[in-house]
């Protein structure tokens, strides 16, 4: 043990136990702080470190309580009653949580590593932790390199002068435990990597989320232009922290998509989202479609929506369907009278040029003459027309057999005049344009397919999702999802903080931020539109080469409320865009950023796969249940401190940070829009005051 040891020694180790070791103080100590050659250390606070040197290394032990043996006290001065401990044998109750070993090849360095293997002797002195032991144990030494500005791999050439500072750690707080030590997160591990940050309401979940991401831009030299962060900001809380940015380095930029742009915004500021874009699974969503009985008809639907804009293919799509369908209702068991009506009836809606009321037709009978006209009972000769032949008198149609004959007949190539032989319903594929008040009649036409086979009831089976999709149609705040305009390849753009340069042929990185504001949108389109986003973001990515090097980050606000877990949407598919993404993203370079204030309620695939977690305050015992599952390397000591964790403080741990460490968050400037409403200034006021209404 060296000179500088042997001045931090604060006792000795008494008993030993496979997970927890006990250190008697030395004699005199009275308020558990020894004035070092640097500072005053304190040794005896609950979470703190103290250092256990063994051999050549050094065993890294968690305070975990602190007591004193039973002695008789006494009182030195009767008159202030002032109790005295100094004589009494103090311990502390610490748990061995890992290492500094000699890093090979580094002479004097020191790295950490989790766990302990190797237990110490008794009576092995115990010393008060130093600040350079922190720095190594929270990986924060000697994290900035210089970036060349030739952007050269590795360190410069001796005739380079580059100055830009590359940072690979991030301050955001300081500890609650050690005064004034900054707290810093690895950035290639946090922002490399899925993370959650969970807490009550009003714990400071925004403000840490805002705080971070302002401290990231804070570095000026060669700043963090390079970055993507999309928020889904489900409460419209963001803008008011991000609008400062480009103050702090004119390089960097925000977007803010909304639904309902302020004055000040242009076009490019409006939020859409065109329906074509969406995918089966995401209409399905939409639409809250049933899997056994309406997915198979928006599936037929979809498909046709895009040919529908196609005359010519889709007159024969519709003209195979309304043959098929009128050849079977003329087959059926039902009664002349409602034969007539049913098919009048498709006809007015669907009729098209080939085949209306008004139609007349032809054909070769079995013996090849031409039959133009058939006989109507007492009504005499008609001339065949589609009209006529469904003409019902004294309960009779004897110009159906005319027009079955017809609708399967063929021409003079052999071919059948409308029903196509191995006819296939064109299959749905995501971005093919289609208007989206043509979705209804596609669905009718859908369903009239459906009941030409047979099936005379699903029509009532999906009466519900008709009833959704008119109602979309209709409503004002789905404006946005019926939009035309656009391409996948210039709204992928859009979303990455993209710009192309349309003379020079290139596409160059604008926007830092893009935030999309939720905030006036129901829970249930608001999953839908995170589902839609997050999936086109996911192909946008793929797409860029070389691959992975464009990293995006995803920012999560209220996660809770559209990547839940429960079962009865799991059936849907589309929300399983988060479970891929979170499986996946990070071999592509998208990585989930996660708010919430219930983890219980969280899909626990996603949160399975967040490899960091900052916790502010958790009361709930049913989410305070989960932390406990998903940590079982923080001891019992930090998690019991949870319910009472304060305002802007928390609880970090994961892959960004060696150790678990609680921490003031940094104050973010300027904050979200979440404050805390102030009931006492806002209650009393002066009677009729004004009020301002949107």
């Known amino acids: 043990m060296n000179k500088d040891d042997k001045q ?15 250190v008697e103080l030395l004699a005199g100590i009275e ?77 004097g360095e020191y790295e950490f590593e ?19 032991e922190l720095d190594t144990i929270f990986n924060v030494a000697n994290q900035e390199f210089i970036k060349c500005e030739n952007d050269n791999q590795g360190d410069c050439a001796e005739s380079c002068h580059c100055k830009n500072q590359i940072y690979k750690t991030l301050p955001i707080g300081t500890s609650s435990i050690f005064p004034d030590y900054k707290i810093k997160v690895d950035i290639d591990k946090f922002f490399g990597g899925h993370a959650a940050i969970l807490g009550n309401t009003g714990s400071g979940k925004s403000c840490t989320i805002a705080s971070i991401i302002q401290g990231l831009f804070t570095y000026k030299d060669y700043s963090a232009t390079g970055s993507t962060f999309v928020f ?32 000040d915004q242009n076009d490019e500021d409006d939020f859409y989202l065109p329906h074509w874009f969406l995918t089966i699974e995401e209409w399905a969503l939409l639409l809250q479609a049933t899997e056994r009985t309406q997915l198979p008809i928006l599936r037929n639907a979809l498909g046709m929506a895009p040919v529908f804009s196609k005359k010519e293919d889709f007159e024969a799509i519709k ?73 019902v008198h004294f309960a009779s149609m004897p110009g159906g057999e005319h027009l079955q004959k017809w609708l399967n007949s063929i021409d003079e190539q052999g071919k059948r005049l409308f029903i196509m032989d191995n006819f296939k319903m064109p299959v749905y594929q995501p971005y093919q344009k289609f208007k989206f008040e043509d979705l209804e009649q596609v669905v009718d036409l859908a369903l009239l397919y459906e009941e030409a086979h047979g099936n005379n009831q699903i029509r009532e089976f999906n009466s519900s999702m008709v009833t959704r999709l008119k109602s979309i149609k209709d409503r004002p705040d789905f404006e946005f999802l019926r939009q035309e305009k656009g391409s996948e390849e210039s709204y992928k753009r859009k979303l990455l903080g993209l710009i192309k340069r349309r003379r ?20 249930e389109i608001v999953e839908v539109v995170s589902c839609v986003i997050t999936r086109i973001l996911y192909e946008a990515v793929k797409e860029i080469e070389p691959r992975n090097t464009y990293p995006v980050n995803l920012v999560l606000e209220e996660a809770h409320r559209y990547i839940g877990g429960h079962v009865q949407t799991n059936f849907l598919r589309a929300n399983g865009i988060f479970d891929r993404v979170a499986k996946e993203g990070r071999k592509f370079g998208l990585f989930l950023l996660i708010s919430s204030q219930r983890p219980s309620e969280l899909s626990k695939t996603v949160l399975s796969q967040c490899s960091n977690f900052i916790v502010h305050r958790i009361q709930n015992p049913e989410d305070l249940s989960h932390i406990r599952q998903i940590t079982p390397h923080v001891s019992e000591t930090v998690l019991r401190r949870m319910p009472s964790i304060p305002t802007q403080h928390a609880l970090i741990f994961g892959h960004c940070v060696n150790l678990p460490a609680t921490f003031k968050v940094n104050t973010a400037d300027p904050r979200p829009k979440s404050d805390n409403n102030k009931i006492s200034e806002n209650w009393f006021k002066i009677a009729n005051h004004e009020v301002n209404l949107k």
């Open 114 to 132: 989790f766990g302990v293997s190797i237990y110490p002797p008794l009576y092995t002195d115990a010393l008060y932790i130093h600040q350079r």
């Open 31 to 107: 308020n558990f702080n020894i004035n070092g050659f640097d500072d005053i250390n304190y040794f005896a606070q609950l979470n703190s470190y103290i250092v256990i040197p063994y051999q050549n290394f050094y065993i890294i032990a968690e305070v975990a309580g602190v007591r004193e043996k039973d002695s008789p006290a006494f009182v030195t001065n009767p008159k202030e009653q002032t109790l005295s401990k100094i004589f009494s044998g103090k311990f502390l109750d610490v748990l061995p949580i890992g290492s500094l070993k000699l890093k090979t090849g580094h002479s």
């Open 8 to 22: 931090r020694v604060i006792g000795k180790i008494v008993t030993i136990s496979s997970d927890k070791f006990t």
């Open 504 to 523: 020079q042929g290139v596409t160059l990185k604008k926007f830092q931020i893009i935030n999309i504001d939720l905030s006036s949108l129901e829970d």
């Open 232 to 263: 889904f900001d489900v409460n419209g809380e963001y803008k008011q922290a991000f609008s400062k940015i480009s103050e702090i380095d004119n390089d960097l930029k925000t977007r803010f998509l909304s639904l309902k742009p302020d004055e």
């Open 319 to 391: 003209n195979h369907i309304l043959s098929t369908c009128i050849s079977e209702i003329l087959r059926s068991s039902q009664s002349p009278g409602a034969v007539s009506v049913r098919i009048t009836a498709i006809l007015l809606k669907f009729g098209t040029k080939d085949i209306n009321l008004e139609t007349a037709f032809s054909y070769r009978d079995d013996e090849g003459k031409l039959v133009k006209s058939f006989i109507h009972g007492t009504l005499g000769k008609k001339d065949l027309t589609i009209k006529n032949a469904i003409h």
